[in-house]
């Protein structure tokens, strides 16, 4: 993976994501359709907690984020649930923008070293690949995610 392929991958994937959610009316954001009573805005959220953990292992060139790392992945999205349940939909977009615009400039700082030598990064494990950690937690994970948003848009929740 080329530090263009990953760049191409992400802009690609996130303007399909974007894409989907622009498709979304306010009221279809907020209806609990998906499994666990979860709603569009939830997975917006979600999706946003990745993109930031993602923005700070480039910022500090280190696999370091938050204490939700050390728990398992369900316990984890549980706790990210939990967090944004009570947030408007309006902020909850609004970081999403946010947090998008400062990861992909932080993204456009890394060198193709980088991407494959997780020795630059402080505490990130040998075998792990930087390049498959950041797409895991944005291109790979829009991907992962947009068939939730479908259902919801094939549910009647259009503009």
Request: net charge negative; aromatic share 6%; charged share 35%.
């Amino acid at each position: 993976m080329t530090k263009a392929e990953l760049l191409r991958n992400v802009r690609e994937e996130h303007e399909r994501w974007v894409s989907v959610l622009e498709k979304l009316d306010e009221a279809a954001m907020l209806e609990p359709r998906l499994p666990g009573a979860r709603t569009a805005k939830d997975v917006v959220a979600h999706v946003s907690w990745y993109e930031q953990q993602a923005a700070a292992i480039v910022r500090q060139r280190a696999l370091r984020g938050s204490e939700l790392w050390e728990r398992s992945q369900e316990e984890r999205n549980a706790v990210i649930f939990a967090e944004n349940r009570d947030r408007t939909l309006e902020d909850v977009l609004a970081e999403a923008e946010r947090v998008f615009a400062e990861l992909w400039e932080l993204l456009q700082t890394l060198d193709e070293e980088e991407l494959h030598d997780a020795s630059r990064f402080a505490d990130m494990p040998a075998d792990w690949p930087p390049w498959e950690v950041l797409a895991d937690n944005t291109c790979e994970h829009y991907k992962g995610h947009l068939p939730e948003l479908q259902v919801v848009l094939d549910a009647g929740g259009s503009n």
